[in-house]
Every structure is written in structure tokens, then in C-alpha cells.
């Protein structure tokens, strides 16, 4: 998805490791050595971005 390519490289690691990986925030916090709450704000930026970028290709604008 090219959306997420657009995103920061932390960012969409994040993303990656939860929507696919199915990881655990705590160990997904972890693993990068960020706190849980970075995780949670990654994937809110995440998650809106690509949710944005999914209704615009949908509506064609």
C-alpha cells in the first residue's frame, strides 16, 4: 500500500508489527525501545493516515 510507504519508517514499523505481526503493544515498545504510549501514538498516525488515503481512493480525490 502506498499510503503507508508515505509514512515515517517508525511509524510504519509499528503498523507493520501490529497489523500483521499481530504483536503486542508492550512488546512491540520493547523491541524498538520506545515507550507504550509512542507505540499508541504511532498507530493512531497510522492508522488515520491510511484510513484517510483509503476514502480518497474510494471517492477518487
Same mark, same amino acid.
Given at each position: 500500500?502506498? %499510503?503507508?510507504? @508515505?509514512?515515517?519508517? *517508525? ?9 500483521? @505481526?499481530? &504483536?503486542? &503493544?508492550?512488546?512491540?515498545? *520493547?523491541?524498538?525501545?520506545? =515507550?507504550? *504510549? =509512542?507505540? @499508541? #501514538?504511532?498507530?493512531? #498516525? ?5 484510513? %484517510? %488515503?483509503?476514502?480518497?481512493? @474510494?471517492?477518487?480525490?
Amino acid at each position: 500500500m502506498q %499510503a503507508l510507504q @508515505e509514512l515515517p519508517q *517508525r511509524t510504519q514499523d509499528v503498523f507493520v508489527l501490529r497489523a500483521f @505481526e499481530n &504483536y503486542k &503493544y508492550a512488546d512491540i515498545a *520493547r523491541l524498538m525501545a520506545i =515507550s507504550t *504510549r =509512542s507505540v @499508541e #501514538k504511532h498507530m493512531a #498516525k497510522a492508522l488515520a493516515y491510511v484510513g %484517510a %488515503a483509503l476514502d480518497r481512493d @474510494e471517492t477518487g480525490r
